[in-house]
């Protein structure tokens, strides 16, 4: 968007109108300084750039050079109280609700992925690799989680941004430059309506998972990173009414507590140790704590640790209806995964142990993959039948191929979770 420099009468380019805005922004803080035994809140902020504003436009006058067009100087403004209030150039990218994930390397063009294989350049948020470092510092001092600390003695951050984004960062040092990686939520809430006509589930597989949730099954979502497997759990979670949902996420991705108002819903976050090794709170202690506090159904945002030898004692316990996701290639590889995560368990669990406890407490692993072009399906609904030995026995329900605009019902369920899909209102007979 051009602006009209009052001092030099040109139109200069992107980064020229940054470092105006930065230069402004710096005049508002050292101000902002000066009254530093005040209250100070956003629209005293706005008054002092409002002012500042005034100063130059009366300057521009004055040298005969012209004033920005209205739309230009409200640009200004806003790029102003980014960098005061907010997170700086950051907040023109996280303003825009398509960004699916936003990638930045130090001062390189800024990458906004908006799903679907579509990429794109953005101007960089930083003049060099220390102003990103920088960047990141101010966001991490801002957490609404709690300070957190990034420097050389805390080089790696995971934190959630004031609209819902996780922001993930490394130091140079374990990593050639800065690097900073920041997971959108959609703005708006998907609901499994909304993931049937996107194609990410066919008629078929949306009928099943509702009866699963609906019969309370115990439900594993697996895919890539970016696959959507949060964004399926937070869909199929959408469809429950009236139950006490308690969630637990080292960073609060699924945001069931801001969206999901048919349900009561508790939300527990993780938090790292600090620098001297103190004050760290484990997903798996997070897991214990939700039992305690009577729900319906636990739910973990991601396992990948410890914390699955927790979950799936709750899953076993009698909280039936909960649900986790997982990384894995398919919805066979969850089983080996799950293995090895519990055998990292202060138990140390072996894989005979393993298996027996997914046997009894995971009902449904539910797979997703991605095409070539970048979309998302159900690719896979597998039933857990129990174990034998350190193998976890299982039944391959639903698949669809890449190729296939619907999938197909290939086993018909067996034993107590065809009774219950039944119940549920799921026909199980009659399958081929």
Same mark, same amino acid.
């Given at each position: ?41 956003? *629209? ?90 920088? #960047? ?104 429950? *009414? ?68 927790? #979950? ?36 140390? #669990? ?65 034993? #107590? ?16």
């Amino acid at each position: 968007m051009p602006y009209l420099s009052p001092v030099f009468g040109e139109t200069p380019d992107e980064n020229t109108v940054r470092a105006d805005a930065s230069a402004l922004a710096d005049r508002v803080t050292e101000q902002l300084i000066t009254h530093s035994g005040e209250t100070v809140n956003s *629209e005293q902020v706005g008054k002092l750039v409002d002012r500042l504003l005034e100063e130059r436009a009366r300057t521009a006058l004055i040298r005969g050079t012209g004033a920005p067009a209205p739309e230009d100087e409200s640009r200004l403004r806003q790029l102003v109280l980014d960098h005061v209030l907010g997170l700086g150039p950051l907040e023109e990218l996280l303003a825009d609700p398509e960004a699916q994930n936003i990638h930045i390397t130090g001062n390189d063009p800024v990458i906004v992925d908006y799903g679907g294989r579509r990429r794109e350049r953005r101007p960089a948020v930083a003049g060099t690799d220390a102003d990103l470092v920088a #960047l990141v510092q101010r966001a991490a001092v801002r957490a609404p989680g709690g300070e957190r600390r990034f420097d050389m003695a805390a080089p790696i951050l995971s934190m959630e941004l004031e609209d819902g984004s996780r922001l993930s960062a490394v130091m140079p040092g374990i990593a050639a430059r800065p690097t900073v990686t920041i997971r959108r939520h959609p703005h708006r809430y998907l609901r499994l309506g909304d993931l049937a006509r996107s194609g990410m589930v066919d008629q078929t597989a949306r009928d099943l998972l509702l009866a699963a949730v609906k019969a309370r099954m115990n439900v594993v979502i697996s895919g890539a990173t970016n696959a959507g497997k949060t964004t399926l759990l937070r869909a199929l979670l959408g469809t429950v *009414e009236g139950e006490r949902i308690v969630t637990v996420e080292d960073s609060m991705e699924l945001g069931l507590h801001r969206h999901l108002s048919a349900a009561d819903v508790v939300a527990l976050q993780g938090r790292p140790a600090n620098v001297e090794g103190l004050g760290e709170v484990s997903l798996a202690e997070l897991v214990r704590a939700a039992l305690r506090m009577c729900p319906d159904r636990v739910v973990v945002g991601e396992t990948r640790g410890p914390e699955t030898l927790a #979950l799936l004692n709750a899953m076993s316990m009698g909280t039936d209806g909960s649900m986790s996701t997982i990384h894995a290639s398919s919805s066979q590889q969850v089983f080996a995964k799950i293995a090895a995560y519990c055998a990292q368990s202060q138990e140390r #669990l072996t894989a005979s142990a393993a298996a027996s406890l997914v046997g009894t407490a995971v009902h449904l692993v539910v797979h997703i993959d991605t095409t070539s072009l970048g979309e998302r399906f159900v690719a896979s609904v597998r039933e857990v039948v129990g174990s034998e030995g350190e193998q976890v026995t299982s039944n391959e329900l639903y698949v669809r191929e890449e190729a296939q605009p619907t999938g197909a019902l290939v086993c018909p369920p067996s034993g #107590l979770i065809g009774q219950r899909l039944a119940r549920a209102g799921f026909p199980v007979r009659g399958w081929s």
